[in-house]
């Protein structure tokens, strides 16, 4: 139950739409050193989750739950009861499961993988063979949680995972109508922050582990480590990156920010909160996003306003764009124009379009003057090459909300570099269709049959 004297602070949780899960995933403490800088964090971000109404029905949390990287077992040991007797006692004095992932921190050789085990005795130990209680799986009746080790002493450390046993587990509960993974490591680079083993996930691993997903209709893959809360979603499946639960120092400054995500997951899907220390929702997202009907599709005009198509500055409504025609033939690599927003005689503050020989679809945006733009990258058209690009413009999604729809109709992010997205886009004055600021200004040299736009209902 909620203390009453917090009653008056309470939080709305979200909550299912009939029968459904409502929980908490957060990560990246580095705790469990008393009156260090961290415990404060973790503490500011705990007292969110203590006012939420109701309370969650589980907690994931996705590592780093100690500062951990020592080579001394009882100093390692003693931060985890520092962290599970002290500062997330109130958990279990409110019967609150809380379910670990291993990580960089808590699980980096064979002696800290060990501990790990043996000071969490309540994870289930069906992992597969010498991967005992670091990874395993669950069930809470039609929600299956697989939790893998990313970082598997026995298949190289840091940055390997085990893909044939979770596909084994996978298949063995396709009775489960929702499934999410939990891991510690991301598999797509986030906010630019990329690095094979040391931040995402090896190429050995990340691919065949990526299909398991798709494969198996994983909806969610939840993780950490970057310090920053991202979602992108690839071939259907959301990564959604969650690492606010303490080390604040490291976070850059006035983008990211300590935080823990509500989450509830019913028959439609996947819908969260992002809270800060403040319990203010900074963040927020409904997944799968519903999509507009055939006949709310409405052709875009060759000049007009972003506002008459949806584009409002602060708006969170996702815009979808649709594109059908035939590439240019030459070999020209210059930009060809999709679409533009600018003010005139300024800068293009967004631009859709095609860019270098092999025509790569890229969205480009300068939310700031004076300073480089973000580029997102989508897939590329051969030279004369029919196309059919569908775009969603999603608010809500940060970075990873520039999405496109692939051949067998699933969602993906474009990759990007960006730290930000469309939240912080002021959009200009003018939209252009096949130029930017003129006629001759990067024109589309390619045959462009339809161009068109529909809301996402709400």
Not at 42 to 56: D, E, S, T
């Amino acid at each position: 139950m909620t203390d009453s004297k917090n009653m008056h602070d309470a939080i709305p949780a979200l909550t299912a739409f009939g029968p459904g899960h409502q929980f908490v995933v957060y990560g990246d403490a580095c705790s469990g050193v008393p009156g260090a800088p961290h415990e404060a964090n973790l503490k500011a971000v705990n007292a969110v989750i203590q006012r939420l109404v109701p309370q969650p029905e589980f907690m994931l949390f996705a590592g780093d739950e100690v500062v951990g990287y020592t080579q001394n077992p009882d100093e390692l040991r003693a931060q985890w009861r520092y962290w599970l007797d002290v500062e997330m006692r109130w958990s279990a004095d409110r019967a609150i499961p809380v379910w670990h992932a291993t990580s960089n921190h808590t699980t980096y050789d064979r002696m800290s993988e060990s501990v790990f085990a043996a000071v969490l005795p309540h994870l289930p130990r069906n992992g597969p063979p010498g991967q005992e209680g670091l990874c395993y799986w669950l069930r809470r009746d039609d929600l299956l949680i697989v939790v893998v080790h990313t970082l598997a002493t026995s298949l190289g450390g840091e940055g390997f995972v085990e893909t044939e046993w979770l596909k084994a587990v996978l298949a063995a509960n396709t009775s489960a109508r929702h499934k999410i993974v939990l891991g510690h490591h991301p598999v797509f680079s986030v906010n630019g922050f990329s690095g094979a083993y040391g931040r995402d996930i090896g190429p050995e691993c990340a691919e065949a582990f990526w299909d398991v997903l798709v494969e198996a209709g994983v909806l969610a893959y939840f993780c950490s480590h970057i310090l920053a809360f991202d979602v992108q979603v690839h071939r259907g499946v959301l990564q959604v990156c969650t690492a606010g639960a303490g080390t604040g120092h490291r976070m850059p400054e006035g983008i990211e920010y300590l935080h823990a995500v509500q989450a509830v997951i019913d028959d439609r899907g996947l819908r969260y909160q992002v809270l800060d220390t403040k319990g203010t929702a900074r963040e927020g997202l409904s997944w799968p996003t519903p999509m507009p009907s055939a006949g709310s599709w409405r052709e875009l005009p060759a000049r007009g306003h972003p506002a008459d198509l949806g584009f409002e500055n602060g708006a969170r409504r996702p815009v979808l764009l649709r594109f059908v025609g035939t590439a240019s033939s030459d070999s020209n690599g210059s930009e060809q124009t999709l679409l533009a927003a600018f003010d005139e005689g300024r800068r293009t503050r967004f631009w859709i379009g095609l860019r270098g020989a092999t025509q790569r679809l890229t969205v480009i945006m300068a939310p700031e003057e004076g300073r480089s733009p973000f580029y997102s990258l989508g897939p590329t058209v051969s030279a004369g090459g029919a196309f059919d690009f569908t775009i969603m413009l999603h608010p809500g999604m940060g970075p990873g909300g520039f999405l496109v729809k692939d051949g067998d109709g699933r969602w993906s992010s474009m990759k990007s570099t960006s730290p930000w997205g469309l939240e912080r886009l002021r959009w200009p004055a003018t939209l252009s269709l096949g130029f930017a600021q003129g006629a001759d200004d990067r024109p589309f040299r390619g045959r462009l049959d339809r161009a068109a736009f529909a809301f996402c209902p709400e």
